[in-house]
């Protein structure tokens, strides 16, 4: 019997999913995952925080970016939502009144979550070096780690891995020092905000 090829997937597959999923096509496949959990959440939200008022408006830092939550990125055939993006304004000096962009970003930031990691660690990334994004960070809510990556001559080179309460320094961003522990939600012994 003769193997028949599997149709890649279009962008009406990507419309028609439910809402309470993320989609992306990737190497032609639909790769859906459902929304993140509050710790997924809790982390990207921190961080974009933490990194839209000094590199965004220029806030205690040097300005001259766009910083994004969940961005849809049409970079060839490929159709990727990272968790955050980020494009220096030197190369985008304003956003498009669109609903993607089809201009890769400088910076890129993975939140990882149980069901995605492999994918974002392995097959995105090699979306990422081929459209030659400059930075990809992955960060790990549960472990409570960043990682961060610099493609340097077609290959991803490790500038930094961190963990934990560290208050670190990262590439694109070492003007301001990130205090690690903002990201993380406190152990469940510390209790949180809004719970009795």
Not at 168 to 174: H, I, M, S
Request: charged share 25%.
């Amino acid at each position: 019997m003769k193997a028949t090829a599997k149709k890649p997937a279009t962008y009406a597959d990507l419309s028609a999913l439910p809402s309470h999923l993320v989609g992306e096509i990737i190497e032609g496949e639909l790769v859906a995952s459902p929304r993140p959990a509050f710790d997924h959440a809790i982390t990207s939200s921190a961080l974009g925080g933490a990194l839209v008022g000094p590199f965004q408006f220029g806030r205690g830092g040097p300005g001259g970016w766009w910083i994004v939550d969940e961005p849809e990125l049409h970079l060839g055939k490929d159709v990727l939502v990272p968790d955050l993006a980020g494009w220096r304004r030197t190369r985008m000096p304003r956003p498009p009144r669109a609903p993607f962009l089809t201009l890769a970003p400088d910076w890129v930031c993975e939140v990882l979550s149980p069901s995605t990691a492999a994918v974002d660690r392995v097959r995105k990334k090699h979306i990422y070096a081929r459209e030659k994004v400059e930075y990809v960070w992955l960060l790990d809510p549960v472990a409570q780690t960043l990682e961060a990556h610099r493609l340097q001559e077609g290959r991803w080179v490790e500038c930094g891995a961190f963990s934990g309460d560290a208050r670190v320094r990262v590439e694109p961003f070492e003007e301001v020092e990130l205090e690690l522990a903002t990201l993380w939600l406190p152990p469940e012994d510390e209790g949180s905000p809004g719970t009795p």
